[in-house]
C-alpha cells in the first residue's frame, strides 16, 4: 500500500499560528497530529487557569460549521469565552494516494486526515457555582457526543448537522433555565469589514458580551455558507471585539457588496434572533428558517431589520412561528414572506385571525371578486387556508396554545367554510335544474349535519370534516333540466363537498364515510332512508349509532335540523339500539389493525382518544333516555351533566375532561409536526421528534426533567385514568388487555392479571414483589391519583438503580414519616404536588435511597431537609471554605454548651454530607469535585471546633489561635473519602509556652469533641500517630521542635508523607510558614536509594497483613494493584524528581499525575490510564463506604452485584471482574517499574 505524504504542524498552518504558540505548545500539537484520526478525530486539552478560569484547545479537522459547535457545546456547559484564537490549516493534513483496486476492495481514505487541521483555543470563566473539576468532565461528555454524531454518519457534514440540531436544542433549553443572564435589551452589534488582507474575507465585529455570542456568529456564518479560517477573541470588561476570516465554499473571498452587506445584517440579525430560540419547538430549524427569511425580506423590504432590531417581540414571535412545523412552514410562512413581518408587527388586539362574528362577511366580500365557478374554489380555499394559518398563528402566540379555544374558532371557521360551500353549489345547481319540490309541490329541505369532533364541536387544526347530508323528501326540481331530488341532492352533496380542498392529506379534510351504508350509500340520504338505516332492524353497526351522538347541524335548514337531531333521540338514546359486543370487537379490531407493536397511537392505543370518545357516548346513551339534558354532541357538557346528576365523581369528570383536551392537544401537535392527519403514533422514545412535539405543544424543560419525559409522564398518567374510567363503567372486558399497561394502571385500580401486575414491577427490576406492592400501597392509598404522576416519574428512575427495592423501601419509610397534612413544611400530599410541579425532586430521592442506605437514614430522620436537599441551588453550587464556615457559625454558635455545639456540628456534617452525596450520586460530580469538598466540609468543622475549644480553656486569647492544625493524608491532599481518618499534627510557635497548659485543655477539648460518639454517631476519627515519634510522642509540638525531629530523627517515610502536609486549621501564617521550612529541608534530604527501600518495605509489609484476608474479598486499597500502589508510586517519583523541578511538591494524587506528564515523566497514555484507574478505585471506595458509612476498602467475597451496579449500572459482574483485574495488574506493573527496576 503506498504511504501518504505527511506534513509537520508548521507546514499544515498558517504563519500566524507559529508566532501564537509557544515551542512547547506546537510540539504537543505535533503530538495530537499524528494520532488523530477516525478513531481518534479530536484531541482535547483542558488547563485550569484558576478556579473558576480555565483554558481549552481543541485540535480536530474542518468541517463546516464545528466552530458554532464548540462555542455552543463550551456555552451550555456554563463557560463564558473571554479570549481565544481559532487556526485553520491550509492545506489537507496528508495527501492521499489514488483509489486503486485490490481485488473487489477500494482503499478507502481516512475521513479525518484527509482534511485540513484547526486548531481552536478559548479561556473563559465558568458561571456562577462552577468548578473546574466539574465542568471538565461535563464538557467533555457533551464534546464525546457530538462527535460521536459526527463520525457515525454517512458524511461528516451529515453527522455535524445532527450534532447541531442536538445542540440547537440544548441552547434553548440553556436559555430557558437562565432568563436571568440574558441582555436587558438588544446591544448595538458593530459589524466591519476589514480590508486589509487579500486572501480571506476579515469581518471585526465589536458589541457588549452576551452569552452565546459567538455561537450565534458562527451559526450566522455556517446558514450563509461560509467557511470560518482564523478567529481572534477578545473581550475587555464587558466589551467584546472579535476577528473573523473567512471565505466562501470554493475557497475564495466574499467581495460582492450584496452578499456582504446581506452578511452583516445576518450576523446583526442573528445574534439577537438566537437569544428567543428558548420559545422555539424547533430551535435547530428556527435558526436555518429565519437565515432563509432574512435572505428574501432583505432582497424586498430595505426597513425589515431596522423593524427586527427595533422590536424584540417581534423576534420572539419570529422564534415560535418559524420553529413550529415543517407544515406551516413549507404552506405558509415560506410562501408568504412578504406578509409575515407587517403581520407580526400589527395583530389586531383581538389576534390575527378574523373574528368568529366576522368570518361569513369576510368570506363573502372575498368571494364577490369572483365570477366563475372556478374562482369562487379558489378564493373560498385561499381564504380558508388563510384564516387556519392565523388561527394558528393566534394559538401559538396570542392563546397560548389553549386547546380549547382553537377547537372553538376551527369550529366556527368549518361552520363557515362548510355552508359557504353548500350556497355556492346551490346556487351553481338550481340555477340549471331548478328547486328540488315534494310531489305537494313544496320546496324540499336539506341540512348538512357534522359528525365526529366537527359534531362535537372540537375539531383540531388537522381533524378531518366528518359530514352527513339529509333531505326531507322525495320528488323532482322545477327547472330547465328537471331531475329527481335524489339525484339532485347527490350532485349538490358532491359538488359542495368537492369545493372544499384539503392542504395536505388529512388536513381539514371533508370525510363522508359515515352516511347511511358507507362508501357503498349515496353522498346524500333522505330522511326516510336515515330513519329506515339507523331503526331497529336497520343495517347500521352500533358504532355508527354511537356515531350520531356527536351529530349535529352546521348548514342548511334549522327545521329540518331540529327534526333529525328530535328523530336521532329516539332512535339512539330512547331505543337503546347499542349491542356493547359489536363495539368491544370494533374497538379489538382498531388495536389490531390501526396500532403497531411497540409504539402508542394517541387516538387508537388503549386508553387513548377512542376510548374516551366511546365510553362518555355510552353513558350518554345508557342514561339519556331519562336524562335529556345528557344528550348533547359536546363531551365536556356530557360529563358536566354526568357529573351534576351524580352519575361520575367530580374527580372522575375533571380528569376525562383533562385527558379528553390533552390527548386532542397532542394530536394537534402530531399533526401539525408531521403535516399530516393519519399518523398518530407518538414518536420513537429519546428521538429529537419527541421532543419537538413536546416543545410544539407547550412543554418546557423543568427541574432537569426533558419536555419529552414531561409529555411522556403526562400520557402514561392520563391514558392508565382512562383505561381504569372504561373498566369502571364498562366492565373488564370494554378493552382487550394491553401491553402497555403502567404503574399508574396499578395505582388508579385497574383489573389486572397478576401476571401482568409481575410485568409492572419487573419493568423496575423489583425483585421482591410482596414488599414492592406494600410499598406502592402505602405511598398510594391517600392521594392516588398525584401518587401516580409521581410513580410514573419514579419508575423511570427505579429501573436504572442498582437496588430498586432498597429504594423503593425507603421512600416507603420517608414518606410515612411525614405528617399526613400541615399547614406548612412537607406533608404528604404536599409531598407529592412538590413531585408533580419539580419532577427532578423524585430522581434525586430514588438514587440517594438506592445508593446509600446511611444517606437514606440521615434525610428520613430528617425529612425537613429534602426541600432544601433538592434545590438546583443547593446540589449545583460548589461552595467555598468561607461560605462553610459562614453557615457553621449560625448553626453552631460558640456560645452554646459543648454537649449543643456537638450535637449541632453533627447535624452540619450530616446535612452537608448528604449534600455532597446527592452530588456525587445523582448528578455525577467529578471525583477532584467530591473529596475537595468532603476536605473542605472538614476543614470548616475543624476550624470551628479548634475556636470553640479555644473560647473554652484560653479565652484570655481573646480569638486569637496561637495553634495550628497541620494534616498529612487524604485531607493534606485535598482528597477525603466519605470514612477518612484525619491524620492530624497540632503545632504552636515557640512563643506559645505561656499557654501551653490551656493549649493542651483545648487539644483534649477539640479531639473530644471531634470524635465522641453520640446518637448521631462521631464527627471524624482523628489519628495523631504521625507526629514526632507517634504515640509516645508529645500531642503538641512548637515548630522548632518540629525541625530538629525532621534533621535528627525522621525517616525517610515520614519525607514522602510530608508531601501531604498542609495547614488546614488555626494559624495559616503559622501553618504556610513550617510547611515552606518542610518542603525546602525534604527537597535537600532525598535520596532515592532510600526513597526505594522504604516504598518497597511499606509495601511489602503491608501485603503481608492485609494478604492474609484475601478469602475474604479484595482489598482496594491495600492489595496489590490497590490504590497504595498507585499512590506510593506517584509519590515516590515525586520525590525523586524533586530536586531538578520543585512544583512537583503536591499532596493531590490526580494533580501530581497531571504534573509528571506535564514535567514528561510519565508519558500522556500511561498518566491517562493510571488517572482512570485511580478515579475508578477511589469511586468504588466510595461505594463501599457510602453503604453504610463504614470505613472499609474490601469488596465482599460474593453478593458484590449491587457494589457493581452502584459504580456503573452498565457492567455486569463478569466484566467488573475483568475490568478490576486489569486496572489491579497494570497498577502493580506500576508500581514495580517505578521502584523494583528504576535506576
Known sequence: MEERISLTIDELMPPRYKESFTRKDREDHQKALEVLSEKRPYVLRLYPVSERIGEVCIISVDIPGIFSLYSGILGTTGFNIRAGSVFTGTRPMESPPPLRRKGYAIHRRDRIRSRRLIIDRFTGVLEEGKDFSSWKAEFETRLSRAYRFIMEASTLEEGLERAREELALEV???????????????????????????????????????????????????????????????????????????????????????????????????????????????????????????????????????ELLADPHLLDELAVVLGASDFLWEEFVRLQYDQILPLLKAPSTKGFSTPPEDLERSLGEALARAHTLEEKRQILNDWKNRELYLIDLDHLLVWNQDFRMLSERLTILAEVVVGKAMEIAWEELTRRHGLPRTVAGMEAEWAVFGLGKLGGAALGYASDLELLCVFSDQGRTDGPEAIGNAEFFERFFRQGTSLIEAKKEGIFQVDLRLRPHGDAGPLACSLESFVRYYGKGGGAHSAERLALVRMRRVAGSPVLGDRVERLRDELVYEARSIDMEEIRSLRAKQIAHKTRPGTYNVKFSPGGLVDIEYAVQILQIRYGAEIPEVRTPRIHVALEVLHRRGILKAEEADHIVEAYYFLRKVINGLRMLRGNALDLELPERGSLEYEHLARRIGYRMKDQISAADQLRYDIEAHTAYVRTFVERHLGDEALPPTPSASIADLVLGAHLAPSRVEAILSRAHLADSGRALRNIHTLTSEHPTHAAYALLVAWDVLRALPDPDMALNNWDRFYTTLPSETSEGLSRQSHFTQILSQPGRIDILLKTFSASQYLADTLIGSPQLFEWLTDPKTVHTTLSADSLLSDLHGRAPLSLEEE??????????????????????????????????????????????????????????EGRSPLAFLAFGKLGGGELNYSSDLDLLPVAPPEAHAHREALNEALILFTRIITAHTDRGFLYRVDYRLRPFGEKGLLLYDTEMLKTYYRESASPWEYQAALKLRGVAGDERLSEEFVSWVKAYVQSRIRWDEVKEWNLRLRHSALQQYGRGLKKGINIKQHEGGLRDIEFGVQALQLKHLPDSPELWCGNTLTALDLLVRHGILDEEEGRTLSRNYRTLRALEHVLQLMENRQTHTLPSSGILPIVKRLDPSLDEERFKTMLDEIMHYNRDFFRRTLETTA
Open 172 to 306: 434553548a433549553r440553556y436559555l430557558h433555565t437562565h432568563r436571568e443572564i440574558l441582555p436587558p435589551y438588544m446591544y448595538p452589534v458593530l459589524v466591519v469589514h476589514d480590508l486589509s488582507i487579500e486572501e480571506y474575507t476579515r469581518i471585526r465585529v465589536a458589541s457588549i458580551d452576551t452569552p452565546f455570542f459567538l455561537y450565534a456568529l458562527g451559526t450566522a456564518l455556517h446558514l450563509n455558507r461560509a467557511s470560518v479560517e482564523n478567529v481572534q477573541i477578545a473581550t475587555l470588561g464587558n466589551q467584546v471585539e472579535d476577528t473573523f476570516d473567512f471565505v466562501d465554499v470554493s475557497g475564495h473571498p466574499i467581495t460582492d457588496p450584496d452578499a456582504l452587506n446581506r452578511l452583516k445584517l445576518s450576523l446583526m440579525l442573528t445574534k439577537h434572533f438566537t437569544y428567543f430560540i428558548a420559545g422555539a419547538p424547533d430551535p435547530s430549524r428556527a435558526l436555518k428558517r429565519f437565515e432563509h427569511l432574512l435572505g428574501e425580506v432583505l432582497s424586498r423590504q430595505e426597513d425589515a431589520p431596522d
Open 900 to 957: 449543643d455545639f456537638s450535637e449541632a456540628l453533627r447535624r452540619f456534617k450530616q446535612q452537608h454530607l448528604l449534600r455532597i452525596g446527592v452530588r456525587d450520586i445523582c448528578f455525577h460530580y467529578p471525583l477532584e469535585t467530591i473529596t475537595r469538598e468532603l476536605s473542605l466540609l472538614a476543614e470548616s468543622i475543624l476550624t470551628h471546633t479548634l475556636s470553640y475549644a479555644l473560647s473554652r480553656t484560653a479565652p484570655s486569647l
